[in-house]
C-alpha cells in the first residue's frame, strides 16, 4: 500500500512518495486535550505545586514499583541529578558505553568525575560486560548502563558484578520506559533509572524527565542536589497533565511499536545488506528508534561505503522518511577526558554503520510500505 492514494502512475507516485504524515509526531489525542484543559480550568497550570506532578510521581512509583521519584527538567538532567543521588564526586570514575547519547558523557565531565569508556558488544547497540570488567578499578564509582534502540543492555549481569562493591548502577531508560526483560521492567534492575519526556520521546511533554530511585539516601542526594531555594530543574504542572495519560497507555502503545518493528525487521532480514537487532525470546523491547546497520561487501573501499550510506539517507530523506545516523560515539575522544579501556574498534565500527528510524511510522499502516522502501533505496545505492 502507498501512501497518498492517487490516479497517478505508480512510478509517477514513487517519485513524488511523500511519507511525512507517517511520522507526524506528537500524536494528538482527545484525552491529552482534556488533561490540559483540566489543569487550565484548575489552576494548576499557575502553580509551583499542584496536584499533577505529585499523581504524576505516583504513577511512575507504582509503575516501576520504587518508593521514590523526581521529577525533573530533562533527561539529560536526570542522568546528572543520578550521578549526584548516587554519590559520586569530583575525581570519581563512571564507567559508560563508548556508543552512547551524548549528554551522558558531558553529566559526567559537568560533575567534575572521570568518563571511562568501555566498548559494546559485537553486532549490537549494547555496552559489553566483559569491558565493563576491564573498566572496574579501585576509582569506580557507578556505572550507566543505557539500553539504546530497542536493544537490552545486559543489565542483570552487570548488576550481578556490581552487587557486592561500593558502585551503584545507573540505568538510563530514556528511549525504552515500559521495556521489560524476563518479565521485570528496564529500569529496575539498577539503583537508579532516569526517563526523558523530550519532544521526540516516547512519553512526550516537549521537554522534562524523571529519576527513580531504590534507596532514600539517593533520593535525598537528589533534593539537596536540586534544591537551589526552589527546585532547579523543575516539572511544571501542564506538562505533568499532559504525561498522564501517555502513562496509561504505554504498555499498549509499546506492544503496537514492537509488533510494527518485528514486521519490518522480519523484512529486512530477507535482504542481504541490512543488518538489524536480534531480539531474545526474555525481552519486550520499546522502540525509539529501529536501528539498522548496513554491511559493506566484501570488496567495497571504506569511502564507497560512507559514500552509499549518505546517499541512502539522502533518498529516504526526501520522501520525508525520518532515517539518520545513529550517535556518533566516544571512541576518537581524547584521553585527556576520559579513560579508554581498549580501541575501542567495536563502538567505532558501529558508530560509522547505524542507522535510525524515527518511532512514529511504527504506529502507522505503512510500516511494510515503509520497510520496503528502505529495501528499495539500499539496492539502488
Ligand atoms: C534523549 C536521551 C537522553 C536525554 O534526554 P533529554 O530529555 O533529551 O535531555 C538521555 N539518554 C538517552 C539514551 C536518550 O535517548
Known amino acids: 500500500m502507498k501512501p497518498h492514494s492517487t ?34 480550568e484548575s489552576g494548576d497550570w499557575g502553580r509551583y505545586h499542584g496536584q499533577n506532578c505529585q499523581t504524576l510521581v505516583e504513577v511512575i512509583s ?54 571511562v569508556l568501555a566498548d559494546i558488544m559485537p553486532g549490537t547497540w549494547s555496552i559489553s560486560y566483559d569491558s565493563v570488567v576491564e573498566a572496574y578499578g579501585s576509582k569506580t564509582k557507578a556505572i550507566i548502563v543505557s539500553h539504546l534502540h530497542g536493544d537490552i543492555a545486559p543489565i542483570e549481569l552487570i548488576s550481578a558484578f556490581a552487587k557486592n562493591k561500593e558502585i551503584k548502577i545507573i540505568e538510563d531508560i530514556c528511549q525504552c520506559p515500559g521495556a521489560t526483560f524476563n518479565s521485570m521492567k528496564l529500569g529496575t534492575f539498577g539503583d537508579i533509572a532516569t526517563l526523558s519526556f523530550g519532544g521526540s520521546k516516547l512519553l512526550t511533554a516537549g521537554r522534562g524527565g524523571a529519576i527513580v530511585m531504590k534507596s532514600e539516601a539517593d533520593f535525598q542526594r537528589s533534593k539537596i542536589y536540586s534544591d537551589r531555594g526552589n527546585d532547579a530543574f523543575p516539572l511544571s504542572e501542564l506538562q505533568a497533565s499532559i504525561l498522564l495519560p501517555q502513562f496509561d497507555q504505554l504498555n499498549a502503545v509499546n506492544e503496537l ?38 554491511s559493506p561487501s566484501n570488496d567495497q573501499h571504506v569511502n564507497d561505503f560512507n559514500n552509499s550510506k549518505e546517499q541512502l539517507i539522502r533518498v529516504l530523506q526526501a520522501k520525508k522518511i525520518k532515517i539518520d545516523h545513529g550517535f556518533p560515539g566516544f571512541a576518537n575522544r581524547s584521553s585527556k577526558r576520559c579513560r579508554k579501556v581498549s580501541d575501542l574498534r567495536e563502538t567505532a565500527r558501529l558508530a560509522k554503520s547505524t542507522l535510525i528510524l524515527h518511532h512514529p511510522c511504527l504506529l502507522s499502516n505503512a510500516v511494510e510500505t515503509i520497510a520496503d522502501e528502505i529495501i528499495d533505496a539500499s539496492k539502488q545505492v
Open 257 to 294: 511499536r514492537f509488533k510494527a518493528a518485528k514486521l519490518m525487521m522480519e523484512r529486512f532480514s530477507h535482504c542481504g545488506q541490512i543488518n538489524t537487532l536480534k531480539i531474545s525470546a526474555k525481552s519486550q523491547p520499546a522502540f525509539f528508534k529501529l536501528p539498522i546497520f548496513l
Open 62 to 115: 507504582r509503575y516501576f514499583e520504587r518508593s521514590f521519584v523526581r521529577l525533573c527538567s530533562s533527561g539529560t538532567i536526570a542522568v546528572e541529578i543520578a550521578l549526584k543521588a548516587a554519590g559520586v564526586k569530583v575525581g570519581d570514575e563512571v564507567i559508560l558505553s563508548a556508543y552512547d547519547f551524548p549528554g551522558n558523557f558531558r553529566c559526567i565531565e559537568s560533575i567534575g568525575a572521570i568518563p
Open 7 to 40: 490516479s497517478e502512475p505508480d512510478s509517477e507516485m514513487n517519485h513524488k512518495a511523500d511519507y511525512s504524515e507517517f511520522f507526524r509526531w506528537p500524536l494528538q489525542k482527545p484525552e491529552y486535550l482534556q488533561a490540559l484543559i483540566k489543569a487550565y
